[in-house]
């Protein structure tokens, strides 16, 4: 069965600053990765996915992830953070595009 | 753009009473799902629907819950007598694609608040 760590429930930042959320996944086939933001009493919204496909992904609000097979790990990085960051951010796993599994998640506060 | 969308958005509801909760999947989807996030905690899989079957269901989803398809467009789930601990915000979710096609993508909607008292 697959599952997702999220190292770091909790991160904050000052706006300009690098942002880096880490996912960590441990999957029996080849996995399909995601991950969704949660903006304050909203619904999950898809931030980027990979599938199969080239390796840095790039998603929405200046958002990318690299998946590297080599560390189970699926990282999601912003070059330069806005205070509309500030969410809860959720990594997923999928086989096969079903029996999703969601990571705890990770709150980010930017700071001014 | 094709949204998933639920009702209601909260319902709150005396402990021991029926509730139904209420998904318009994207309609070309083939594959429906319910979850639940308690307030503060990590998005939980309760429950995928394909074919007017369950095909998977979690040790939370027990005697208590259900979920139907009544009509081709709903897809509801019901907790037949609540609890105090059902109370969470319940996303429905739907997908397009199966096991060898696509790329899995869950559409959520926006959830809608039950809380028990």
């Known amino acids: 069965a697959q599952s997702v760590t999220q190292l770091g429930s909790h991160v904050s930042v000052s706006e300009g600053a690098l942002v880096l959320l880490r996912c960590n996944y441990s999957?029996?086939?080849?996995?399909?990765l995601f991950w969704y933001v949660q903006y304050p009493n909203q619904g999950l919204q898809l931030l980027l996915k990979y599938t199969s496909a080239a390796t840095l992904v790039k998603g929405i609000n200046g958002f990318e992830a690299e998946f590297k097979k080599s560390e189970t790990s699926f990282h999601l990085t912003k070059p330069s953070a806005h205070m509309s960051d500030a969410a809860e951010y959720f990594c997923a796993v999928s086989e096969h595009g079903q029996n999703f599994v969601f990571g705890p998640g990770t709150r980010l506060s930017v700071l001014p | 753009e094709p949204e998933v969308t639920q009702t209601p958005s909260h319902q709150v509801t005396q402990m021991g009473q029926e509730v139904i909760l209420r998904c318009v999947p994207i309609s070309n989807h083939l594959y429906f799902y319910w979850y639940r996030q308690i307030l503060g905690q990590k998005v939980e899989f309760l429950v995928s629907f394909y074919n007017n079957e369950i095909s998977e269901k979690s040790e939370i989803f027990d005697d208590q819950f259900s979920v139907e398809r009544p009509d081709g467009s709903n897809f509801t789930l019901k907790i037949r007598s609540t609890k105090l601990e059902d109370s969470a915000m319940y996303f429905c979710?739907?997908?397009?694609?199966?096991?060898?096609?696509?790329?899995?993508?869950?559409?959520f909607g926006e959830g809608s608040r039950l809380t028990v008292l």
């Open positions: 979710a739907s997908s397009a694609q199966g096991q060898t096609s696509g790329t899995g993508e869950l559409f």
């Open positions: 999957s029996s086939v080849p996995p399909y």
